[in-house]
């Protein structure tokens, strides 16, 4: 049995060597930008593959909350296959360690201080933007049985702190809950639904509430047509903005325009005519640097007001883009657990990922963009299961629209308008 403790050790030595020689390989900041440009790659492949199931439907997806969680499981699992599939999915070279900019970004984007009311009878000017905010919050959430080992392995607890926000909520004898998410962090969107026997949650809520400022505040919703792809004519409530210079591109395969909205900026892409949104989707996906040539041009949008409710479950999604080993085995995450049989102790693998929800609740109107964005991911133990004519774009058909942090350029939000549908 020593010999067996001095190989292990030895093994878990010689692994994490490996990770840090070839994050030596990786220049200081050039972990942050390919963090992004896999954030990017991956959050276009979502949309795309999501959006496959129903493509007739309007689509949203939050994937910067999709990549740190998936990052934390990534920085910290033994297993080969697992690092080599989402570092695949994700496009980052070997030595890429997640954590770093993943703290970074995080940090810009803290929960607001809870401001007190003022006392009664005193009257306060409203300041401008006091409304407006852009924030994730993180939780670990985690079952830890009475007079048993720890579920959660003790360098992926630090760890998933230190760097990936995920605080660390402890619920007790018991599965976590919804209440245990809500009590922990306060306000939260729509919970998506996971399986009652998952005994490990890791969460993450994006919350985004950004106005126009002045490029849609001056007008007044009114009627106009939009188009389906299948031939039909909708008439939707669209509003148009102040003549401005925008970054704006138009090519022989779509038309973008970035619309400014407070922290973040809303990319719509109109694909050229005949051209369906699947097809935009791929190429998107496929070449997620093709919007770079965009330059400030002076212009106008007709855009139509939208709201996107989507709850859906992406294990299927993410299998299909070759992320597989996480929903088989999360050692390095989730501790080993050693039984007894007729051949003597057997380690085995406890927990693999059950569940990965993502409920979304997406506007934007003349006021601004309105999102809230919940992720879950769920385990359970293994035994359980610039032009000189100005140009105008009519958003009037369908299109994709992409929504990024200014500061980092983080994508977080990328969805498709098949037909607006105006908030209730």
């Known amino acids: 049995m020593r010999t067996k403790g001095v190989f292990l050790g030895v093994a878990v030595f010689l692994l994490l060597a490996s990770r840090g020689l070839a994050v030596a390989q990786v220049l200081p900041g050039e972990s942050l930008q390919q963090f992004l440009r896999g954030n990017d790659r991956f959050g276009l492949r979502l949309l795309a593959q999501n959006h496959a199931e129903a493509p007739e439907k309007n689509a949203v997806v939050a994937p910067l909350s999709l990549t740190i969680l998936l990052s934390a499981i990534e920085a910290n699992s033994w297993r080969k296959e697992t690092r080599e599939q989402l570092q695949q999915v994700f496009g980052w070279e070997p030595g890429v360690e997640p954590g770093f900019p993943s703290r970074m970004i995080l940090a810009t984007m803290e929960a607001p201080e809870i401001k007190p009311l003022p006392a009664r009878g005193k009257l306060t000017a409203e300041l401008p933007g006091q409304g407006d905010s852009l924030w994730i919050a993180n939780r670990l959430l985690y079952r830890s049985k009475k007079d048993w080992p720890p579920l959660l392995e003790k360098w992926f607890v630090r760890r998933a702190k230190a760097q990936y926000g995920l605080e660390l909520v402890d619920v ?168 007894f049989d007729a051949k003597g102790t057997v380690d085995v693998p406890v927990a693999r990922v059950m569940d990965v929800g993502q409920a979304i609740d997406f506007t934007a109107d003349k006021h601004g963009i309105h999102a809230d964005a919940e992720t879950i991911v769920g385990a359970v133990p293994l035994g359980l299961i610039a032009a000189s004519d100005a140009f105008h774009v009519v958003l009037n058909r369908p299109f994709v629209f992409l929504v990024r942090e200014n500061a980092s350029g983080a994508l977080l939000f990328a969805g498709a308008v098949m037909e607006p549908v105006a908030a209730q």
């Not at 939009?226 to 004519?233: D, I, L, N, R, V």
């Not at 102040?242 to 779509?254: A, G």
């Not at 040539?293 to 859906?312: E, Q, W, Y």
């Not at 992320?323 to 050693?338: A, Q």
């Open 172 to 339: 007790g004898d018991r599965q976590p809950t919804a209440e245990d998410l809500r009590m922990s962090r306060g306000e939260t969107g729509r919970l998506p639904e996971v399986s009652p026997l998952d005994q490990v949650w890791l969460s993450s809520g994006t919350h985004l509430r950004q106005t126009w400022e002045e490029l849609f505040m001056e007008s007044e919703p009114h009627p106009g047509e939009f188009h389906t792809e299948a031939g039909q004519s909708r008439t939707v409530q669209r509003v148009n903005s102040v003549l401005e210079n925008l970054e704006y591109v138009k090519s022989d395969r779509f038309e973008a325009v970035v619309l400014p909205c407070g922290r973040v900026s809303m990319t719509a892409v109109l694909p050229r005519e005949g051209m369906t949104v699947r097809e935009l989707e791929a190429i998107l996906a496929a070449e997620p640097d093709s919007l770079k040539s965009m330059k400030p041009s002076l212009g106008s949008v007709t855009m139509p007001i939208f709201t996107i409710r989507a709850t859906m479950h992406l294990e299927a999604t993410l299998k299909a883009m070759g992320v597989k080993d996480i929903f088989e085995n999360l050692e390095g995450v989730v501790r080993r657990d050693s039984r």
